[in-house]
């Protein structure tokens, strides 16, 4: 097998081109994630599944951003309906262990329609905390307020897709719910204390063993200075992700394409690595022509060293992170998880 190239990439359509194909032949990247446009029904993603793997001559992990809610690549009617994580706080508040309960079905009963179509990985959970008055790019995508809430039900989340052979990604370090403005139009700056960020913080020190995790594209003011995004922060991911959230997993960066980064892709992607990421993210997720999609690969691509040393380490203790699924009921799971929610005050979401 090649050496993998320190990137994920997304590919254009429900079915690899002959140009995508020789790409990935080339590049090996250490990931592909779908987006919306790559999933049409199951038996076609386990189909572009299958023909990743036969173009890079392994079982390369696929990705997906499936939280429930407003994010989630697989939707109604093909695929069931999950609730946004928010929708587990009620619960939570009312009955902790209930709580954590449901968020590990939820999670559990994802990885059962993601595995079986070959996706291994999950870019969730959300260990962001909901601040009030803050931008809606994190709203009802957290799963509460408080550092103990959000910590303890994003365990619960990676213990579920765990169980069902799905590696989770914890998202978006050091943490995103103070972002006054969105991170995909503009760089959010957070001016508070340090005493005010550690409260954001401190949730990831309770999921740190995960297999992998992600930055945020927010400078803060607090950490480093008002220009530099953590994505791009030296002494963020140094200082504060690996040392004091203490996370030794694979880092990726968020995506790429979004515009709180300055400059090309590959200058984007150079500062990244630059920084301490161990992998580069990119989804072409604002375009839609297949070509300019594929040039977006390649330069990603290019600008993405071969994984090696730590970075090597830790891709390959992701990749076994994605394991073999636990036998489940998943009528059973579904009856159950209906009933939790219904518990919940106000809450009538359910899972189709």
Not at 131 to 140: K, L, N, P, R, T
Not at 189 to 205: K, L, T
Not at 305 to 313: K, N, Y
Request: with cysteine; charged share 20%.
């Amino acid at each position: 097998m090649a050496d993998m190239r320190a990137c994920i990439l997304s590919v254009a359509g429900a079915t690899l081109t002959a140009a995508e194909t020789k790409l990935l032949a080339e590049v090996n990247p250490f990931g592909v994630i779908f987006m919306g446009r790559s999933c049409k029904d199951p038996q076609q993603v386990r189909a572009l599944s299958e023909s990743i793997w036969d173009a890079t001559g392994h079982q390369t992990l696929i990705f997906i951003d499936q939280e429930g809610g407003r994010v989630r690549r697989l939707r109604p009617p093909v695929w069931p309906d999950f609730p946004a994580p928010l929708t587990y706080s009620s619960l939570y508040k009312q009955d902790r262990e209930a709580g954590i309960e449901a968020v590990w079905l939820h999670h559990r009963l994802m990885a059962a329609e993601l595995e079986p179509m070959g996706i291994r990985a999950d870019c969730a959970p959300v260990v962001d905390l909901l601040h009030s008055g803050m931008h809606q790019i994190v709203g009802d995508r957290a799963f509460g307020d408080t550092p103990e809430q959000v910590g303890a039900l994003a365990l619960a989340a990676l213990d579920g897709l765990s169980a069902g052979g799905v590696a989770g990604v914890i998202k978006h370090m050091p943490g995103h719910g103070r972002a006054e403005v969105d991170s995909h139009e503009s760089m959010p700056v957070v001016r508070v204390g340090r005493d005010a960020v550690e409260q954001d913080i401190a949730p990831f020190r309770t999921v740190r063993h995960a297999s992998m995790g992600m930055t945020a594209h927010l400078a803060y003011a607090a950490l480093d200075d008002e220009k530099t995004p953590a994505t791009h922060s030296g002494k963020i991911i140094s200082q504060i992700i690996r040392k004091e959230i203490g996370f030794d997993g694979l880092l990726m960066t968020d995506d790429l394409g979004m515009q709180a980064l300055g400059g090309t892709l590959a200058s984007r992607a150079s500062r990244a690595i630059d920084a301490g990421c161990d992998v580069i993210l990119h989804c072409s997720g604002f375009i839609k022509e297949a070509s300019a999609i594929l040039d977006e690969m390649a330069e990603v691509a290019g600008a993405s060293p071969v994984l090696a040393g730590d970075s090597l380490r830790r891709a390959k203790a992701a990749e076994n992170a994605a394991r073999t699924p636990i036998p489940f009921d998943k009528a059973a799971a579904r009856a159950k998880l209906q009933k939790l929610l219904s518990r919940a005050a106000g809450s009538s979401s359910a899972v189709a």
